[in-house]
């Protein structure tokens, strides 16, 4: 349809018509929803909704399957007086039916391909069952891993986050401008709009309080970047900022987003954040949480139902000028004309069922390549992995025999369609002896099992970690350990004399000291998605070698967060040369650095770099070419992630001691060398401010090069005045 088009549709709707396109429901509160819960007559009452609304409302919030979405699309557009379509959005976090790793563990693959690969297979899959809009990416920099939706996040770096971001959207919507006609793709939503990852002390829907500077420096820029790369959608956040609830935030949306961002698309609210800022008390009642979102740049309203009921009053009492709804109209129009969905509301799954696409050997294989590529050896003593497959192996503990592998905001894959570690490892090693124990205790019947099994085999393959539940939205814990009976039967069975491989399973960095200690490798996982059981055995016996590098450091222990490798230098650092000393920053009881750093993780093959001269002196605008040479100096094939950091050391304002700038992932053969080029621009350069503008300053800069945020070699660097 053209834009005149959409103009003059608008100008021939009415009032109510026009703000139920801003209302979004559940499927079963529509007719024809496959499934029509019991609930639903109750329900429509509680939130006041006649036929009138449901027959207008503009969006449907996570249907089921194709059935379902045809059917309700069908029913709704018998009744729509003007045939304006539904648009059906969902949460296609890491994979559809075939589920990848979850987004923390994709962080720590470090490729970009890896990550747009996921969301194009999401997309196809997604697509074939009706959707049109994911609710990803979801580009909240974490810092906390008491948070439980950490595990939903790229990780703690703002460079990354954006990289892997675009990487997203791109693989999500495909050509932006062809979206109307590919219908395997599907338009993304940046959420959560923003800061909701600093949610204070990792408390679920907690206050975030931070300093516009930090929020221009840190948080924003990964949503730009998607923002940039063309998302469709934005998604308010929970929390508050700067003491405004994101939801009815004027600055943060329409001076940020709208005007500095250059956001034209939808910007929807989150699951009843609407009506949530009357508890958040800066709303006196759904009359004016529906004023000040709209206001602030809200077009559509998740699951609530202040503007369906209040914005009419609002219009007519002169409150609210309509021109407001018919701009946040008219991007609702424009989103459903983008996706062809005024040409085909039902994008093709009406002549041509497209099942075949999901859950495919392909879509698995890629999940599996995904897996490979996010999995961190974190240990590795004696090179004792990889094992031959014909090594006699006890597998032993709660996740040897579990389907809970698919972790957090898993909303369509299913536990039936998983790999278990169990199975994954019986397809290579012929010798396997397994005792499943439980998540929480390990009773003295257990303890008899495991000696015997460790008795009769070569090699201990420990499976720990944590439940899906414990993370996610609202899975925020005080203590980031496992439950102690996982570190009990880990340091029994060190007592049992045998190597003892520990592999992870889990979504966020957790206590793995006492792990780590008695474990001769330590293998993080995360949860792998769909194919996990046969990522793990690929792992273990070599058949492929781990690359990933950890996208958020790994504390000591919980009263160490927030630890983050990109933090400022204080008045009175701890350095090598005053260690022990007592009036530096520092613990008495930990160390400073974190157990495992950003950027962090082992191959089974042994790399070297080395960086060629750099310049010493550059002048303000201009860039820096590192040219890296990495060998591989095994006979194992392997990946390396080169990084570089940077660090302003004589700024106006006091900059972190180093920012990862650029990275690349290479592909060596065994003995093989190559050279990378990476290159620091201006923009790589610069920072805000204390006037909040993005500058580059001349002064002493020291450049970093090497495979993690701390394995570097350090180069200083003046940049002059030109
Ligand atoms: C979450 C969002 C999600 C939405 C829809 C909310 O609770 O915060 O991330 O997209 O629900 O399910
Ligand atoms: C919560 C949302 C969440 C949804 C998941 C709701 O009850 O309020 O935040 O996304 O459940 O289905």
């Known amino acids: 349809?053209?834009?005149?088009?959409?103009?003059?549709?608008?100008?021939?709707?009415?009032?109510?018509?026009?703000?139920?396109?801003?209302?979004?429901?559940?499927?079963?509160?529509?007719?024809?929803a496959i499934k029509n819960a019991e609930l639903t007559g109750p329900l429509l009452q509680e939130m006041k909704l006649t036929d009138a609304h449901t027959e207008n409302a503009g969006s449907v919030l996570g249907s089921s399957s194709a059935e379902d979405m045809l059917s309700i699309q069908e029913a709704y557009?018998?009744?729509?007086?003007?045939?304006?379509?539904?648009?059906f959005m969902a949460d296609v976090i890491h994979g559809y039916k075939t589920v990848f790793p979850i987004p923390l563990a994709l962080g720590c693959s470090f490729n970009r391909e890896i990550v747009q690969t996921m969301a194009e297979v999401s997309a196809l899959e997604a697509t074939a069952d009706g959707h049109h809009v994911t609710f990803s990416p979801m580009l909240d920099l974490v810092r906390d891993p008491r948070w439980g939706r950490v595990m939903e996040s790229t990780g703690e770096d703002p460079f990354l986050n954006s990289e892997l971001g675009k990487a997203m959207v791109a693989g999500y919507q495909g050509e932006t401008e062809k979206l109307h006609e590919n219908y395997t793709n599907l338009a993304a939503c940046v959420k959560h709009f923003a800061a909701y990852?600093?949610?204070?002390?990792?408390?679920?829907?907690?206050?975030?309080n931070m300093s516009t500077r930090?929020?221009?420096?840190?948080?924003?820029?990964?949503?730009?970047?998607?923002?940039?790369?063309?998302?469709?959608?934005?998604?308010?956040?929970?929390?508050?900022?700067?003491?405004?609830?994101?939801?009815?935030?004027?600055?943060?949306?329409?001076?940020?987003?709208?005007?500095?961002?250059?956001?034209?698309?939808?910007?929807?609210?989150?699951?009843?954040?609407?009506?949530?800022?009357?508890?958040?008390?800066?709303?006196?009642?759904?009359?004016?949480?529906?004023q000040f979102s709209m206001e602030a740049g809200v077009d559509m309203e998740m699951m609530t139902t202040c503007y369906i009921h209040e914005l009419k009053d609002l219009v007519t009492t002169n409150k609210l000028s309509e021109s407001l709804i018919d701009e946040a109209v008219l991007r609702i129009l424009q989103l459903k004309n983008d996706l062809g969905l005024f040409e085909d509301p039902y994008r093709g799954l009406k002549e041509k069922s497209r099942q075949t696409d999901i859950?495919?050997?392909?879509?698995?294989?890629?999940?599996?390549?995904?897996?490979?590529?996010?999995?961190?050896?974190?240990?590795?003593?004696?090179?004792?992995?990889?094992?031959?497959?014909?090594?006699?192996?006890?597998?032993?503990?709660?996740?040897?025999?579990?389907?809970?592998i698919l972790g957090g905001w898993t909303v369509y894959g299913e536990e039936k369609d998983a790999i278990q570690v169990e199975t994954g490892l019986r397809e290579v090693f012929s010798e396997l002896i397994t005792v499943q124990t439980d998540y929480t205790t390990l009773?003295?019947?257990?303890?008899?099992?495991?000696?015997?099994?460790?008795?009769?085999?070569?090699?201990?393959?420990?499976?720990?970690?944590?439940?899906?539940?414990?993370?996610?939205?609202?899975?925020?814990?005080?203590?980031?350990?496992?439950?102690?009976?996982?570190?009990?039967?880990?340091?029994?069975?060190?007592?049992?004399?045998?190597?003892?491989?520990?592999?992870?399973?889990?979504?966020?960095?957790?206590?793995?000291?006492?792990?780590?200690?008695?474990?001769?490798?330590?293998?993080?996982?995360?949860?792998?998605?769909?194919?996990?059981?046969?990522?793990?055995?690929?792992?273990?016996?070599?058949?492929?070698?781990?690359?990933?590098?950890?996208?958020?450091?790994?504390?000591?222990?919980?009263?160490?967060?927030?630890v983050y490798y990109n933090h400022l230098q204080t008045g009175r650092p701890q350095t090598e040369g005053n260690k022990g000393e007592r009036y530096v920053s520092h613990y008495l009881d930990i160390p400073n650095e974190p157990y495992y750093p950003f950027g962090y993780g082992k191959s089974y093959s042994a790399f070297e770099w080395e960086t060629a001269e750099l310049p010493k002196q550059i002048r303000l605008g201009e860039s820096v070419e590192i040219k890296v040479t990495v060998r591989n100096k095994s006979k194992v094939a392997g990946k390396e992630v080169i990084q570089v950091y940077l660090q302003d050391v004589t700024a106006s304002i006091s900059r972190p001691v180093k920012e990862l700038k650029a990275f690349e992932k290479i592909f060596l053969q065994a003995e093989e060398e190559k050279t990378v080029s990476l290159e620091l621009t201006s923009e790589a350069f610069s920072f805000y401010n204390s006037k909040l503008e993005k500058i580059q300053e001349p002064g002493l800069h020291r450049i970093f090069v090497g495979t993690s945020s701390v394995e570097v070699d350090t180069f200083e660097l003046e940049v002059g005045e030109i």
Not at 6 to 22: V, W
Not at 77 to 87: A, D, M, V
Not at 261 to 285: K, P
Not at 374 to 402: D, H, R, W
């Open 197 to 208: 990852g600093a949610a204070e002390a990792g408390l679920e829907y907690n206050t975030v």
């Open 359 to 404: 859950l495919t050997t392909v879509n698995r294989q890629k999940s599996r390549e995904a897996g490979l590529e996010s999995a961190v050896l974190l240990e590795n003593k004696q090179q004792l992995l990889p094992l031959s497959p014909k090594t006699k192996i006890a597998l032993i503990g709660p996740l040897a025999t579990s389907s809970d």
């Open 77 to 87: 557009l018998k009744t729509n007086r003007l045939g304006i379509p539904l648009i």
């Open 443 to 562: 009773t003295e019947e257990n303890k008899t099992a495991i000696a015997k099994a460790v008795q009769a085999s070569e090699v201990v393959v420990l499976a720990l970690g944590e439940k899906n539940e414990w993370g996610g939205e609202a899975g925020s814990l005080a203590t980031i350990r496992l439950p102690e009976a996982q570190y009990n039967l880990a340091n029994y069975v060190k007592t049992l004399g045998k190597p003892v491989v520990t592999t992870l399973f889990n979504g966020r960095p957790l206590e793995v000291k006492e792990l780590a200690e008695v474990s001769d490798a330590l293998l993080e996982l995360w949860f792998p998605g769909t194919e996990a059981g046969h990522v793990t055995a690929d792992l273990l016996v070599g058949k492929s070698n781990p690359s990933g590098k950890l996208s958020m450091s790994f504390p000591q222990t919980t009263g160490q967060i927030p």
């Open 214 to 290: 930090e929020l221009y420096q840190n948080y924003l820029p990964a949503y730009d970047a998607a923002i940039q790369a063309g998302a469709k959608l934005v998604m308010t956040a929970f929390n508050v900022v700067d003491g405004v609830p994101a939801t009815m935030n004027k600055w943060l949306n329409r001076d940020v987003l709208r005007n500095e961002m250059n956001f034209n698309g939808v910007l929807i609210s989150d699951w009843g954040a609407v009506a949530e800022v009357i508890n958040h008390g800066t709303a006196r009642n759904p009359a004016e949480a529906a």
């Open 1 to 32: 349809m053209k834009q005149g088009k959409l103009t003059a549709l608008l100008a021939e709707m009415t009032l109510d018509e026009k703000i139920a396109q801003c209302l979004q429901l559940s499927p079963f509160l529509f007719k024809g």
